[in-house]
């Protein structure tokens, strides 16, 4: 890895962030706050919530076995994805490099933040060699970005591959572990240790079933989670969210019982799935979610579309030409998607 301040933005390196009144006093007790121009009335929602957000990222740690201080919290996944080229990618200068297909999102952030963005096909089987991700790196490559389990395709990227990457690149490797909940895999992330230029994505929008609260999380060294603290918005995570994530947390072994729901419902549906006339194929998923080839995706996805059934149509997504996401839902949302698909005409 070539050193951090190397791969950090010079204008971030240096910059001197933004001091909130809440952050000056610390280590102090208090019991008279008069210096945020708050309201002494309507509490607790009148004062200005934890900018580090100490309490909800301690029991993020007991949960997800990672340290708080190897810990960044953010207004969904995306703020991390974001954030990742605002502290390191020179819009205009430096480039990324993603395998492809996977989540939209790295490619739109690059977009915005006018950062090159440089696609990688998958292989037939939806996995990832690490010579060819390599080999479209280049001295001005920040980011590499793997999505594991891969959403459009929802299986694993093999760990051997995704390993080699890490060790061989000389910037920062991104691993999304948006799915990690339903794979048979060991999390990347307890790997975190031993990979100074890993960066790994988890988020409180799949398994823990709270998309609306919106609440990512990024793990990786304390010196790289220092500088992601310098740039983002001083209270990026309000404090209902806060409060509801704490909440959820405790109520951990809930949420291990419906991912356990959710896989025997996955194993379920995709059986009566390729038993359908519209069925090419199931592709493997190791998420909650599958992806499934069909005679006509455009025809099915509109045909869904007025029985009120909601798809995700990825037809013109490369290597998924013909194919349909499938969300696994509870077993009476999974059971009318099925009949309906039966009464499917051609
Ligand atoms: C759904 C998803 C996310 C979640 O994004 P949030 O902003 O946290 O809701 C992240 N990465 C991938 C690959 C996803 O599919």
Known sequence: MKPLKELTRPNIWNLAPYSSARDEYSG???????????????????RYPDPLQREL???????????????????GSDEAIDLLYRCFCRPGIDNVVA??????MYRV????????????????????QADRLLAACDDNTKLVWICSPN??????????????????????VVVDEAYSDFSRQRPLRFELPQHPNLVVLNTMSKAWA????????????????????????????????????MQTLKARFDIDAWVQLILQERAQMMGA?????????????DANFFLARVTDAQAIYDYLVQQGIIVRNRNRVKLCQECLRITVGTRAENTELLSALRKFAE
Do not use: W
Request: aromatic share 10%; proline share 7%.
């Open 28 to 46: 102090h007790e208090a019991h008279v706050f008069l210096d945020a121009n708050e309201s002494p009335y309507n509490a607790p929602m009148n």
């Open 57 to 75: 990222k301690e029991e993020i740690a007991t949960v997800k076995g990672i340290p708080a201080d190897y810990t960044f919290l953010g207004n």
């Open 99 to 104: 395998i492809e297909p996977t989540y939209g």
């Open 109 to 128: 952030c690059a977009d915005v933040n006018d950062v090159e963005y440089r696609p990688v096909l998958l292989d037939d089987h939806y996995q990832m």
């Open 151 to 172: 959403n459009p395709t929802g299986n694993d990227i093999d760990r051997e591959q995704v390993l080699r990457v890490i060790k061989a690149f000389q910037g920062l």
């Open 210 to 245: 709270s998309a609306a609260i919106r609440l990512g999380m990024a793990f990786a060294a304390p010196a790289i989670i220092n500088i992601f603290n310098k740039v983002k918005y001083p209270y990026n995570i309000n404090l209902l969210t806060q409060q509801q994530a």
């Open 273 to 285: 799935f390729r038993q359908l006339p519209i069925c090419r194929e199931v592709f493997p998923s």
